[in-house]
Nanobody, 119 residues
Framework: VQLQASGGGLVQAGGSLRLSCAASGRTFSTMGWFRQAPGKERERVAD???????YYADSVKGRFIISRDNAENMVYLQMNSLKPEDTAVYYC????????????????WGQGTLVTVSS
């Protein structure tokens, strides 16, 4: 399984960016976005399952929107009202864990796309 992420870049605080992730092969149940800032651990930002049920980290609720196109095997992350603390490398991923903990295992990671938010 290959994931190809795109859409990162440099934006001023308060701006918006839209990340895209294309998955090869079949459609997957739960897909999501993680991020890793310098010197910090990777954290889950948002995910979405096949039926459209969504999760958001508290830090991005009300600002980020995750969506997916099952027909095209795409997942998107619309990021609004960006803050300097959102600066990180963003990774898309496919969950492979069981229903109790989807992210206990990760089937595949994308290559990462850098988002830089200037103050």
């Amino acid at each position: 399984v290959q994931l190809q992420a795109s859409g990162g870049g440099l934006v001023q605080a308060g701006g918006s960016l839209r990340l895209s992730c294309a998955a090869s092969g079949r459609t997957f149940s739960t897909m999501g976005w993680f991020r890793q800032a310098p010197g910090k651990e990777r954290e889950r930002v948002a995910d979405i399952n096949w039926s459209g049920s969504k999760y958001y980290a508290d830090s991005v609720k009300g600002r980020f929107i995750i969506s997916r196109d099952n027909a095209e095997n795409m997942v998107y992350l619309q990021m609004n009202s960006l803050k300097p603390e959102d600066t990180a490398v963003y990774y898309c991923a496919i969950a492979a864990g069981n229903a109790g903990n989807r992210w206990a295992q990760v089937a595949s990671w994308g290559q990462g796309t850098l988002v830089t938010v200037s103050s």
